[in-house]
């Protein structure tokens, strides 16, 4: 079986908190030194950043829990107790506001219409958000 060396769907969830798995995928394919070299300038920035600010944690921090092999369970548990813990009303927005990214924002906006420029993506009307740009962009949606 081949090695998988795309980070999971922004869409994927732990905890009731989507975009967790893919952060620390892409930790994990960084340590194995695999992730592709598109995701480097962004990483631990962007949404990451944004979601380690969420949770009330570092993500520098977060990566020494993916250095130690700690799961994806255990690293939510240990951002639960060492951040800020947050209800299930504030996930919930928290997600409806990462999944919304792009779409009628000025600047995530324009960050999603310079990734369209650079992979020729812009005639995609349908690519509305970045979490849409990363499911074409990945191939999991055509």
Same mark, same amino acid.
């Given at each position: 079986?081949?090695?998988?060396?795309? #980070?999971?769907?922004?869409?994927?969830?732990?905890?009731?908190?989507? $975009?967790? #798995?893919?952060?620390? +995928?892409?930790?994990?394919? +960084?340590?194995?030194?695999?992730?592709? #070299?598109?995701?480097?300038?962004?990483?631990?920035?962007?949404?990451?950043?944004?979601?380690?600010? $969420?949770?009330?944690?570092?993500?520098?921090?977060?990566? *020494?829990?993916? *250095?130690?092999?700690?799961?994806?369970?255990?690293?939510? *548990?240990?951002?639960? @107790?060492?951040?800020?813990? @947050?209800?299930?009303?504030?996930?919930?927005?928290?997600?409806?506001?990462?999944?919304?990214?792009?779409?009628?924002?000025?600047?995530?906006?324009?960050?999603?219409?310079?990734?369209?420029?650079?992979?020729?993506?812009?005639?995609?009307?349908?690519?509305?958000?970045? $979490?849409? $740009?990363?499911?074409?962009? *990945?191939?999991?949606?055509?």
């Amino acid at each position: 079986m081949a090695e998988i060396t795309c #980070p999971r769907s922004p869409y994927d969830m732990e905890g009731g908190l989507c $975009f967790f #798995p893919r952060m620390l +995928d892409k930790i994990r394919l +960084d340590i194995k030194g695999i992730l592709g #070299p598109g995701y480097l300038p962004r990483l631990g920035k962007g949404m990451d950043g944004l979601l380690c600010q $969420f949770l009330g944690v570092r993500y520098d921090s977060v990566r *020494e829990r993916v *250095e130690e092999g700690k799961t994806d369970v255990d690293i939510l *548990e240990w951002c639960q @107790r060492n951040g800020i813990r @947050r209800g299930t009303f504030d996930v919930m927005l928290f997600n409806k506001f990462l999944a919304k990214l792009g779409w009628r924002d000025e600047d995530y906006g324009q960050r999603l219409h310079d990734y369209k420029v650079q992979q020729n993506l812009v005639h995609r009307a349908d690519i509305e958000t970045l $979490f849409d $740009f990363i499911e074409v962009d *990945e191939k999991r949606r055509e």
